[in-house]
């Protein structure tokens, strides 16, 4: 069964850091190489925010952009859903800080965790409060640091991520425009390949998990490869077939950016053309919940984006979970 909601994106802006950390420069810090990095992921570089600026920096860069782009005043924001697994603290929610600094003096909010889908995630949710008429603006933001939780003696880690964030504004849709379609699902047997042990309240800061490094991500590589390139195709197919469309018909698919090789199995299970999938891994490597708005931002900017246009959404993050969210653009 179909979930169109009525709701569509009306605009959408990024920000990274302007500090660029090349291949080059990792190979002066960690045992690696360009040529290693580039042939087994796709990156070439990605940005890393300063010291003492955090997620809530690079998420309120986004959402200033966004405002001015779309000529909306702070107070009409009604509501804001931050996606993000490195949030400033623990608490108060990142969403109250980016809510303070744009002065959406009535909007509510809250952050949501969900790693890599996290941005799928809360495009859904923020759909659902425009779609049932209880609020006409919202703003979703994928935003995170994950330099402040990576090991940078651990080249199967570090290589991977980089810092920034992306927003879109939400508002109502008539007719066919907007949001036709969502799945989301998780798997949490997978949670043992991907995760941050320490600083929950399993594993509270102490200086022994600091000296086990437990406060970096952990990843079993192949474990996650395997499981993501087959899931981002699957949840592709259910989607356009769902809908009664095919590969032809989309007009861009804006994966997950995490690993070059794994957008490019995806993109084979699917049968879809180079042409039509949004790749940008070289310049930014994996935002986690950054890398899909920063691929729509892109896509608009390249003029890859019409009105009408059939998009395709999906992501495969820690949990493990699994987002996908398909629209037509709508401007």
């Known amino acids: 069964m179909s979930h169109r909601i009525a709701a569509k994106i009306t605009g959408v802006a990024g920000y990274v850091p302007p500090k ?22 796709g990156i070439r570089e990605r940005h890393i925010a300063d010291s003492g600026t955090a997620s809530s920096h690079l998420a309120t860069e986004a959402a200033k952009a966004l405002l001015a782009q779309t000529n909306t005043d702070p107070a009409d924001i009604e509501m ?16 109250c800080l980016v809510q303070d600094r744009i002065g959406a003096k009535k909007a509510w909010g809250f952050d949501l965790s969900a790693a890599c889908s996290g941005f799928a995630y809360a495009l859904t949710v923020g759909a659902q409060f425009v779609g049932s008429g209880a609020h006409k603006k ?30 879109v504004l939400l508002e109502s849709a008539a007719g066919n425009e907007g949001i036709i ?9 997978g949670g043992q390949f991907l995760y941050m042990p320490g600083g929950g309240s399993l594993h509270p800061a102490t200086t022994e998990t600091v000296e086990r490094k437990m406060h970096y991500v952990h990843q079993e590589g192949s474990q996650v490869f395997k499981y993501a390139a087959r899931r981002m195709a699957e949840m592709s197919t259910k989607l356009l077939e769902r809908n009664g469309f095919t590969k032809d018909d989309l007009a861009l698919l804006v994966p997950h950016q995490a690993n070059l090789r794994i957008i490019r199995a995806a993109q084979e299970r699917l049968g879809v053309d180079d042409s039509k999938v949004l790749v940008n891994i070289d310049r930014y ?21 019409q009105k009408g246009d059939l998009v395709l959404i999906v992501t495969v993050g820690a ?4 987002g996908g969210v398909l629209l037509r653009w709508a401007y």
């Open 20 to 41: 660029v950390l090349t291949n080059a420069d990792l190979e002066k810090m960690v045992a690696t190489n360009d040529e290693w990095i580039r042939t087994r992921t």
């Open 80 to 95: 804001i859903i931050l996606a993000s697994v490195t949030p400033d603290m623990m608490f108060p929610a990142t969403a």
């Open 138 to 167: 919202v703003l979703v933001i994928g935003s995170d640091k994950m330099s402040s939780i990576l090991d940078y003696t651990d080249r199967a880690t570090c290589i991977l991520f980089g810092d920034g964030a992306g927003a």
């Open 181 to 189: 379609d969502f799945e989301h699902d998780v798997d949490g047997s």
């Open 285 to 305: 490597a994996n935002t986690t919940a950054g890398t899909i708005p920063l691929g729509l931002c892109d896509a608009v900017k390249q003029g890859r984006l």
């Open 319 to 322: 949990g493990y979970t699994t």
